[in-house]
């Protein structure tokens, strides 16, 4: 593929009335074509019953053992909204099956799906050892009629080196077919944005492959969505770049609230203006305790790694990464300046999930954040409606309470990091009463301020001043 297309998806959109996140579930015979998915994670999960809610006859492999029991009976090992449901109906219809064996599984599939993990390695640069193992085993059992799709976010020129690993297994004289389709969805939200993305990028040097992922997409689309096609490079680069400008615009936002601290400014009214402006878009402008999650510091030290091996330095990448930890600094600031010090002082924190609506603890702000807290001698206490679970091996020497309002128990001063919106009814008199001192740090500025100072808070914002 030369240049980059751009055309619209979506043909289907007067035929199917949406009803919920996706198309309505087709009963009946597969309208679509068969397709294997390698990885029952997040990104794997989704794009499977996604696809299978398209119409396409899907098989997803999953090698853990105990991972792959719950999903064959139709639960998803993980909180996200919408997927469990989205599995079990096509589980139930048919067009979804799940399995362990990958030679099996394959063949006869027209497009193979890799939607594996590629975490970062000690050097910060994404460890590809997943995927290769991948790509030797289905070296043995391709055909050369079938594609090779790579949804995993994976480093530029990945693309190429798979197709190198397969020609020199067999397949020089009938290459076989290799397009990137990184994968855009948030967590907690990502059934959404598989069925409504803002664009579709395919990168694969040829059109028939490229033709054949569009038409995936395509049975399913209702909305008209931009397709872009390009090379296997490019789209790997949109990846890495997408996330860490995502990443820099809300850095940008918790650094102009650290100065509408200090101004008396409303961050949220600046934030609010900036956003009418076409060029920079009112989305990722909501101040936090920095941003987490398992992509935006991977992608980022990435991009970073593969600049620095081609002799450039991304300054503006590098200081999203610091900048992120600075503001976890901030945060900390806060509660001291509001209690003297933080030495045997207790800390009641109300969220540790990177964010709202899901369970995932990874690079969540609150890990740092909770760790100067201890490190400075104070006592945490903390509550999350779903992450209690995973964060009792993350922060062990946390003690965490079985409800929101247990954190307030003779606490000095209470951190709100995740928004999620149960905080948003909190019995805050019971709270303030419950507490040594009524102090609150509102990262999220989910609470009213002056309904917080009526409850007897002493009510300290991010950026609201
Ligand atoms: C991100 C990208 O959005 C997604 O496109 C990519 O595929 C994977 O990485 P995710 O990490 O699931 O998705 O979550 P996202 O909603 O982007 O939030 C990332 C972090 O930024 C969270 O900690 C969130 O709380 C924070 N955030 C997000 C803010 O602090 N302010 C905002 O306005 C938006």
Not at 66 to 72: A, H, I, T
Not at 129 to 156: F, H, M, N, Y
Not at 404 to 413: G, H, L, M, T
Request: proline share 5%.
């Amino acid at each position: 593929m030369g240049k980059t297309e751009v055309e619209f998806g979506g043909q289907r959109a007067k035929e199917i009335a949406m009803s919920g996140p996706g198309p309505k579930s087709m009963s009946g015979p597969v309208k679509g074509i068969p397709i294997a998915v390698v990885g029952g994670g997040f990104v794997g999960l989704v794009t499977a019953a996604g696809f299978a809610q398209f119409g396409h006859a899907v098989v997803c492999i999953e090698n853990n053992e105990e991972r792959l029991k719950k999903l064959q009976s139709g639960h998803v090992p993980f909180y996200e909204r919408d997927l469990e449901k989205l599995i079990s109906e096509n589980l139930h219809n048919g067009r979804l099956s799940f399995t362990n064996d990958l030679e099996a599984a394959v063949d006869g599939q027209k497009a193979i799906f890799i939607a594996v993990g590629t975490p970062s390695a000690a050097d910060g640069r994404a460890d590809l050892g997943a995927l290769g193992t991948i790509a030797e085993s289905l070296a043995s059992v391709l055909t050369s009629d079938q594609v090779i799709v790579i949804k995993s976010t994976v480093p530029v020129g990945t693309g190429k080196s798979i197709q190198a690993v397969f020609s020199e297994n067999g397949h020089s004289k009938n290459p076989i077919a290799v397009v990137n389709a990184p994968e855009f969805l948030r967590e907690g939200n990502a059934v959404q944005d598989f069925f409504h993305p803002h664009r579709i990028v395919l990168g694969g040097t040829s059109t028939e492959a490229v033709e054949l992922v569009k038409h995936i997409y395509r049975l399913g689309m209702t909305d008209p969505v931009p397709i872009i096609t390009t090379n296997n490079e490019t789209a790997e680069l949109i990846k890495y770049s997408s996330n860490a400008f995502l990443a820099m615009k809300i850095g940008f936002i918790n650094e102009l609230a650290g100065l509408c601290d200090s101004t008396g400014i409303d961050v949220l009214e600046v934030a609010r203006a900036m956003g009418m402006d076409g060029r920079i878009g009112p989305e990722f402008l909501d101040p936090g305790p920095g941003w987490g999650g398992s992509c935006f510091r991977k992608d980022l030290s990435e991009l970073t790694g593969l600049a620095s091996s081609l002799d450039h330095t991304l300054l503006i990448a590098r200081a999203v990464l610091s900048a992120n930890e600075q503001h976890h600094r901030y945060v900390v600031e806060k509660a001291r300046k509001l209690i003297g010090s933080l030495d045997g002082a207790t800390i009641g924190v109300l969220g540790l999930a990177f964010k709202a609506n899901t369970s995932d603890m990874r690079d969540s702000p609150a890990i740092p954040i909770i760790n100067e807290l201890l490190d400075a001698g104070a006592k945490v206490q903390a509550y999350d409606p779903q992450a209690m679970e995973e964060a009792r091996s993350i922060i062990p020497n946390v003690s965490c309470v079985d409800s929101a309002i247990d954190v307030a128990a003779e606490a000095d001063c209470l951190l709100i990091l995740t928004e999620w919106q149960e905080f948003q009814m909190l019995d805050l008199s019971k709270m303030a009463k419950m507490m040594a001192t009524p102090n609150i740090v509102d990262t999220r500025n989910l609470l009213v301020p002056e309904v917080a100072k009526r409850h007897g808070f002493n009510y300290v914002s991010m950026g609201q001043a």
